[in-house]
């Protein structure tokens, strides 16, 4: 019990790191996300073709190769950041995938009809997707999104093996001190709780605020 | 390919699009160009780099390592099933006490992440590398598959359960013969796709230092005889890692193709298998 008391500072810290990343690495998911599903739905073949090799090549790829290749690799280009950076880097674009497909379904959602009705009024595009498509694809992508944003944060634990404060890391301190292992580990396991309770907190709310009454 | 989005183009629309996908793929072109050129210009493709590979003693390294994500991958696979078959089973009990504990186990595993759970067993209980690994893959993707079970059970019609209890027969012989065939079979889609969250998730051996595949790439990487080759062994590995996760994909798809069309299944809603494969960590059904 008094692991946690004793050494409130390094979870803290720990704590802080994770949601750190999370906070990131949801930001970077969400736009480079939401740019590879415009991509997806462009009348532009080309951009077509990469949002689709991006999501497949992501999608299939196991997220501590990303951190490996991210990591260890890009170092080699030359490119030297903080640590926190890359994982975010990694965790934000592998993200970025599943969300990606989730927004690229939401507007799929949307009725061809909502569509040909806003432009038959005489919409213009931005009108059409501004006032019609996008509000509605809005509300059936809430739900989808919030369990991506609770799997990424639940993934962030990776980053602790390679070298960036975050909570799974604080174990290892702990351990050498000699503090009891298990509750070294409930402790990790509530944090990773609270984090992941918040996110779905904060998504009950919007999907309560704007999603599709069901 | 219709969308709410745009309707059939016209033909001044068409030339503009034409332009826009001339631009497009000139800046993607670039990008690549730009890529290849960094990897050029950093030495990356010296065979300095690449003469590890030639070696046969790197090849079996490289093939053990696969062998043994192999076999943490059918090792974490069946014991899931199995975990997830006896979960499912005690949420669907009668036995309120038998039923709120599975509930419980389910959904602490699945708020867990993972690799909590991996190295909890390894650090704290002084276990193996690779039974560690297979007992956290087994602990989470069982748990996700047993809701999994439990919904294609459900979504079975009720009138084919009325009709087994009304011809007699037992809840278990109800369960056995007449809910769980059709349950897994519309089910399979979302089975298969949890299962390859799971051989993704094999790679977490790594940082548990399990001898998998990652873990050879990481040894020829880190070897300074051949100048640290870890763009090489990224572009040797990944390549396969996403070659084998794609291949339990597309066979998620055909299942559910398959599955659409039989007889078996028409009264059924088969689970869709696109998004083809969940993100590791979403506990979604």
Same mark, same amino acid.
């Given at each position: 019990m008094d692991v946690l008391t004793d050494n409130f500072s390094l979870y803290g810290k720990g704590f802080l790191g994770t949601v750190e990343l999370t906070v990131y690495a949801s930001l970077l998911a969400l736009a480079v996300g939401i740019l590879m599903a415009a991509f997806r739905?462009?009348?532009?073949? /080309?951009?077509?073709?990469?949002?689709?090799?991006?999501?497949?090549?992501?999608?299939?790829?196991?997220?501590?190769?990303? &951190?490996?290749?991210?990591? %260890?690799?890009?170092?080699?280009?030359?490119? @030297? %950041?903080?640590?926190?950076?890359?994982? @975010?880097?990694?965790?934000?674009?592998?993200? /970025?995938?599943?969300?990606?497909?989730?927004?690229? /379904?939401?507007?799929?959602?949307?009725?061809?009809? *909502?569509?040909?009705?806003?432009?038959?009024?005489?919409?213009?595009?931005? *009108?059409?997707?501004?006032?019609?498509?996008?509000? *509605?694809?809005?509300?059936?992508?809430?739900?989808? +999104?919030?369990?991506?944003?609770?799997?990424?944060?639940?993934?962030?634990? +990776?980053?602790?093996?390679?070298?960036?404060?975050?909570?799974?890391?604080?174990?290892?301190?702990?351990?050498?001190?000699?503090?009891? +292992?298990?509750?070294?580990? +409930?402790?990790?396991?509530?944090?990773? %709780?609270?984090?992941?309770?918040?996110?779905?907190?904060? &998504?009950?709310?919007?999907?309560?605020?704007?999603?599709?009454p069901r | 390919m219709t969308t709410a989005l745009y309707d059939v183009a016209g033909p001044r629309t068409r030339r503009r699009h034409r332009i826009y996908g001339v631009a497009a793929t000139a800046v993607l072109l670039a990008l690549i160009a730009w890529v290849v050129y960094l990897l050029v210009d950093t030495g990356q493709f010296a065979a300095e780099k690449w003469a590890p590979f030639t070696y046969k003693g790197i090849q079996e390294l490289l093939l053990r390592g696969l062998a043994n994500t192999l076999k943490a991958f059918a090792l974490a696979a069946v014991f899931s099933l199995v975990l997830g078959a006896v979960l499912a089973a005690g949420r669907l009990s009668?036995?309120?006490?038998?039923?709120?504990?599975?509930?419980?186990?389910?959904?602490?595993?699945?708020?867990?992440?993972?690799?909590?759970?991996?190295?909890? !067993?390894? !650090?704290?209980?002084?276990?193996?590398?690779?039974?560690?690994? !297979?007992?956290?893959?087994?602990? =989470?993707?069982?748990?996700?598959?047993?809701?999994?079970?439990?919904?294609?059970?459900?979504?079975?019609?009720?009138?084919?359960?009325?009709a087994a209890y009304s011809l007699g027969m037992r809840k278990t012989a109800?369960?056995? =013969?007449?809910?769980?065939?059709?349950? !897994?079979?519309?089910?399979?889609?979302?089975?298969?796709?949890?299962l390859v969250v799971a051989l993704?998730?094999?790679s977490l051996g790594f940082l548990i230092t399990y001898e998998e595949f990652l873990h050879a790439g990481k040894l020829i990487a880190s070897n300074l005889d051949y100048d640290l080759p870890f763009i090489p062994v990224v572009m040797v590995i990944s390549p396969i890692y996403i070659g084998m996760c794609m291949l339990l994909s597309w066979f998620a798809n055909w299942v559910a193709k398959r599955e659409r069309r039989s007889v078996k299944t028409g009264q059924m809603t088969v689970a869709a298998a696109e998004p083809a494969a969940p993100m590791p960590g979403d506990t979604r059904t």
């Open positions: 739905v462009a009348p532009v073949a /080309s951009l077509r073709a990469f949002g689709t090799a991006w999501v497949t090549v992501l999608r299939n790829t196991p997220l501590t190769l990303l &951190f490996f290749a991210v990591m %260890l690799g890009l170092p080699r280009f030359g490119l @030297v %950041l903080p640590f926190t950076t890359f994982a @975010v880097l990694a965790l934000g674009c592998y993200t /970025s995938a599943f969300i990606c497909e989730a927004v690229r /379904s939401g507007i799929n959602t949307v009725p061809v009809g *909502q569509g040909e009705a806003a432009r038959s009024l005489g919409m213009t595009f931005e *009108q059409t997707l501004g006032a019609v498509v996008l509000p *509605q694809a809005f509300r059936s992508v809430i739900p989808p +999104i919030g369990s991506t944003l609770i799997a990424l944060a639940k993934n962030s634990a +990776i980053a602790g093996s390679f070298s960036v404060t975050e909570l799974l890391g604080t174990y290892k301190p702990l351990n050498e001190m000699g503090y009891s +292992i298990i509750w070294t580990f +409930i402790w990790i396991a509530v944090g990773y %709780l609270i984090v992941t309770l918040a996110i779905s907190a904060i &998504f009950a709310v919007l999907e309560k605020r704007w999603g599709v | 009668e036995h309120r006490p038998v039923r709120w504990l599975s509930t419980l186990v389910v959904e602490f595993f699945r708020a867990m992440p993972v690799l909590v759970m991996i190295f909890f !067993v390894f !650090v704290a209980l002084k276990v193996q590398p690779l039974p560690a690994l !297979v007992t956290g893959l087994t602990l =989470y993707n069982g748990s996700v598959l047993a809701e999994v079970f439990r919904a294609g059970v459900n979504a079975v019609d009720r009138g084919q359960r009325e109800v369960m056995t =013969y007449v809910l769980v065939p059709q349950g !897994v079979r519309a089910m399979l889609p979302a089975i298969i796709s949890q993704k998730d094999t």
